[in-house]
């Protein structure tokens, strides 16, 4: 035997025929056990709704493997839990694939065929690297460690926002235990397996193959020479292999064995999750078919089976825990709260061998893992959460479907029924004459063209707000000015427009939501445009997103890229810089859900301001509290609102004097929080149109007003 | 087990309407038409008994009014009644409320309810008399105004309370089958979404010509209606002025105002 073919991995050696039978019935059985585990999880989630995915297998496994290998969406906003798990997954993902070599030449290749590579530079290098991967396993594990242990981060703690202390769901300790085993037991094996090499290479130290290239395993060969030390013998060093080996290989099958009952599955339900990511899940909320009887979710299996699996994928990460305005505020929800309930629910209801009767299906009330209404009105659709998500979990479609449920039963605050009728009614939320949208253009010194009646280059889509409200009618009066003063050829809809529909369909009213959308398509369809611009966010995400489902494509951009491109062409001009120091708040509908972040942003700078970032901006916007519909439900008294925390996080820019807004429902909000905040007379809430507005209109304000 | 619900689809004003020609209603263009608040208090009434009762009990909506009134009635189908009644016929135009009243007892004769609600009154003609004249025409016992209810489908009588003035709170027995009027805040009326709107399109509504009650065109219209509407209009603006000035300017023109006003009427 040459040199090189004797310099290979010590497997069973000095093992008796007994021992190594006994391993591979150990090994079978946890591969057994694995087997049925993920039997009962697939059987879980084939017991929710169907759902056919849009879009190619292959094309979704690229972009799932895109995710885990760069690790992009767990660096984000804590690239410290990052990169340790980052330590965790390659060290752990190196050391399997080590062992499964092992495997594919000793159990397969070279029984079957004779194939042997497992020996000489090719096990050194391997070893060296598998010795530096268990260094890195270990180091990731021992920052997890230290951060669950001693940073005491709050997004870590899981007391509910939504449950009292002393309710037997309120902080869930089992949670906790099982991270500390989850993480023990991978440091335990990592370490064991040094041990387990130190005291192999003690015990063989007489043989050249094995001792004169122990520093091939460095770590290893560190620990040999620590229990050399301390006076550790090949007799000895053999008896402690020998044992060691056994609990090595027996907590190794155990992990295994547990992966589908555990948190350990994560390793495959967060990799599914992100392989079924929808990128437009809170952007376009799922129709219900016209077939299907019931509406939204009451039972567990209403959730399709790409739901279910989402509830699986949770890390308990608590980003998106951190993230919701909701739980910001002390509201009775946390996005990560909902899913660990539903999760929970499933994992009693749905994993048994037979299905539960429906009535224990029911995930509507205050059991533990069921969500209660409180929690669900609570949501602002905001999609903080889902945008934050490293999993692809997709929140904010399982809280509508849960309120479509709500909806039907009529179980929601008595002002938002109000207001739902009224909108049937009137076709807007303030119950004003339909008659009267467009009133608002006769105070006016010009014609606002009717696009049913005239064909014209840009409609405008106006919204509720901006139509009805009477701050946000200046603005409109303002918009109108500019467009007509940068010759862009526009016109709207007068009454023909309806309410978009956008948070009739996030409060859970897909009824009406279907008739607003049907009605505005027509309207639409009935008059001659080019492309249609919106100056409320909330119509732009559905018109963009949504009404494609209901026959409605259209071209359609939010007014700041209008705005924009009519600076670009020379139409509009900047006569004064404005000069002032400002803070611009990204609008949910307009960041978050369409991306629209620079846009607002470039316009800024070509007026002159100086734009100071909030810490929580773009992607990480706070949303105002209006969304989700909650514009239409009282704020319980006393709480703070969303809005007043976000403006408390304004005021602490030294010298702040505008706070900029992009949305008719922003500027309602945040007027309202700079008063009851106390910050009147500190600094003004103004739309980007008004500031746009103040630099170019210089040559009007010269002439006598 | 049976209960008759007479429902209204009222009609409320836009903004800026118009009088018709004839000057004794308003055009009906600057109408927006809804079912009768009070209404939406006695259909979940009944909706709430027959869904607490063991025994089944029928919910039947009756209407009368011309073919845009199933728009209400399903409302009411979609809030959880059975069935829908409309009667409709051109020579119902111009009736009174005791002229609908006869109309409603002949619904009642026909379909032989256990109890009969109504609104207390509708919210565009304010009579407050459909209900307890269609009693009247039955021979039925009533009561108005009716704030708590209980009563189980079947029973001979019926227990509810009305709320007198100075808080004091009147609770009577009456034998069924009776007339009741119900008063807004009985309950708290369920939301109907449009999805339970649109599946009500599949519950019936049956439409009954006057012949199917045993009704002529005498009975109803003008020709069977005790008043007429002789015009409707909006009265002169009243003349509102704020006083200003310290006390004594005001007290001076106060007194300047009011012999100004004795002198006018004298």
């Known amino acids: 035997m040459s040199r090189t073919d004797a310099v290979t991995r010590i497997l069973f050696e000095a093992f008796s025929t007994v021992e190594v039978r006994l391993f591979y019935v150990l090994g079978y059985a946890a591969i057994a056990v694995f087997g049925y585990g993920v039997y009962v999880q697939i059987r879980k989630y084939r017991r929710g709704a169907t759902l056919a995915l849009e879009g190619g297998l292959w094309t979704r496994f690229g972009a799932m493997l895109g995710a885990v290998l760069s690790h992009r969406t767990i660096d984000r906003r804590d690239r410290a839990a990052g990169g340790a798990h980052r330590l965790i997954f390659y060290g752990f993902m190196l050391l399997f694939a080590g062992t499964a070599t092992i495997t594919l030449e000793y159990d397969i290749l070279e029984p079957l065929f004779g194939i042997r590579f497992w020996h000489g530079e090719f096990y050194l290098v391997f070893s060296l690297i598998l010795d530096i991967a268990g260094v890195a396993l270990i180091a990731g594990l021992l920052y997890m460690m230290y951060r669950r242990g001693w940073m005491r981060l709050p997004k870590l703690d899981y007391a509910r926002p939504d449950r009292a202390p002393g309710d037997p769901d309120f902080n869930r300790p089992q949670y906790r235990r099982e991270d500390w085993a989850f993480l023990s037991i991978l440091v335990i094996i990592a370490f064991t397996g040094y041990v387990l090499e130190a005291s192999r290479l003690i015990w063989l130290q007489d043989r050249a193959d094995v001792w004169d290239t122990r520093w091939w395993s460095p770590v290893g060969a560190l620990f040999a020479e620590g229990l050399s030390a301390l006076g550790l013998g090949p007799q000895g060093g053999g008896l402690l292999r020998h044992g060691l080996w056994w609990f090595h290989g027996l907590i190794a099958l155990l992990l295994i064995a547990l992966i589908p009952f555990t948190k350990v599955k994560h390793i495959f339900t967060a990799a599914a999750s992100l392989m079924v990511r929808d990128p437009l899940a809170s952007q376009r909320l799922p129709r219900v078919p016209e077939s299907q009887e019931q509406v939204g979710a009451a039972k567990i299996t209403d959730f399709n089976w790409k739901q279910l699996l989402n509830l699986d994928a949770c890390t308990k990460c608590g980003r998106c825990h951190e993230a919701c305005p909701a739980r910001a505020v002390g509201a009775p929800l946390s996005p990560r709260d909902v899913i660990l309930s539903l999760r929970e629910f499933a994992k009693g209801a749905l994993e048994s061998g037979t299905l539960p009767a429906a009535a224990e299906l029911d995930i509507h009330g205050k059991a533990p893992g069921q969500v209660a209404m409180e929690t669900l009105w609570s949501c602002r659709t905001c999609m903080a959460c889902v945008e934050i998500c490293p999993v692809a979990v997709e929140h904010v479609p399982i809280i509508v479907q849960m309120r479509r449920k709500l909806v039907e039963d009529g179980a929601m605050d008595p002002l938002l029924t109000k207001t739902l009728q009224t909108i049937h009614k009137t076709g807007n939320s303030f119950g004003e004459s339909k008659r009267k949208r467009g009133a608002w253009s006769k105070a006016l010194p010009f014609a606002v063209k009717d696009a049913r009646k005239e064909p014209v280059d840009v409609l405008w889509f106006v919204g509720d707000y901006a139509s009805f409200d009477p701050r946000n009618q200046k603005v409109s009066q303002v918009f109108a000015t500019l467009l007509r003063e940068a010759g862009v050829d526009f016109g709207i809809l007068y009454d023909g427009e309806s309410n978009a529909g956008n948070d009739v369909r996030r409060v859970g009213e897909e009824g009406l939501y279907e008739v607003l959308a049907a009605a505005n398509v027509s309207a639409l369809s009935s008059a001659s445009f080019k492309s249609i611009v919106t100056t409320d966010p909330h119509s732009f995400n559905t018109i963009r997103n949504e009404y494609p489902d209901f026959g409605g494509k259209y071209e359609i951009q939010h007014y700041t890229t209008l705005l924009k491109q009519l600076f670009a062409e020379g139409r509009l001009q900047v006569a004064q810089p404005l000069k002032y120091r400002v803070t611009f708040h990204d609008p949910c509908h307009l960041g978050r859900f369409n991306k629209g972040y620079e846009a607002p942003r470039e316009l800024l700078k070509l007026l002159g301001c100086e734009l100071v970032e909030m810490g929580r901006c773009r992607a990480n916007s706070f949303c105002c509290g209006a969304g989700g519909g909650r514009i239409w439900i009282p704020d319980p008294v006393g709480a703070e609102k969303p809005a007043q925390n976000r403006i408390k996080e304004a005021a602490a820019i030294p010298g702040l004097e505008v706070y900029v807004v992009s949305c008719p429902k922003d500027l309602t909000m945040f007027e309202d929080a700079v008063k009851t905040t106390g910050n009147e007379g500190k600094f003004v809430v103004k739309e980007l149109i008004e500031l746009v507005r103040e630099a170019t209109a210089v040559r009007t304000e010269a002439a006598p007003a | ?266």
Request: negative net charge.
């Open chain 2, 1 to 266: 087990m049976k209960i008759l619900v007479a429902v209204k689809q009222v009609a409320a004003l836009d903004e800026d309407f118009e009088i018709r020609a004839d000057g004794r209603d308003v055009e009906a263009d600057f109408l927006i038409r809804d079912l009768n608040e009070w209404d939406d208090f006695s259909v979940e009434e009944a909706v709430k008994i027959k869904e607490a009762s063991a025994d089944p009990v029928e919910v039947v909506v009756a209407s009368v009014g011309p073919d845009d009134v199933d728009e209400s009635l399903r409302k009411c189908l979609a809030k959880g009644a059975d069935r829908a009644l409309r009667v409709w016929d051109a020579a119902i135009e111009g009736s009174d409320s005791i002229a609908i009243a006869r109309v409603l007892a002949a619904i009642a004769r026909r379909e032989a309810p256990d109890m009969l609600f109504a609104g207390v009154q509708s919210s565009d003609q304010s009579f407050a008399s459909t209900g307890i004249a269609a009693a009247g025409l039955l021979g039925w016992p009533h009561a108005a105004v009716v704030s708590a209810l209980t009563y189980a489908p079947g029973a001979k009588s019926a227990v509810f309370r009305r709320e007198l003035e100075g808080g004091l709170l009147h609770e009577v027995e009456i034998q069924c089958p009776a007339v009741l009027t119900i008063q807004l805040g009985i309950n708290t009326p369920r939301y109907a979404s449009l999805r339970s709107i649109k599946q009500a399109a599949a519950k019936p509504i049956e439409v009954l010509s006057l012949a199917d009650i045993a009704l002529g065109a005498g009975d109803v219209g003008e020709a069977g209606s005790l008043s007429r509407v002789r015009r409707m209009y909006i009265p002169d603006k009243g003349r509102a002025q704020l006083i200003e000035g310290d006390a004594a300017q005001q007290a001076a023109r106060l007194a300047e105002i009011i012999r100004e006003f004795k002198g006018a009427q004298a």
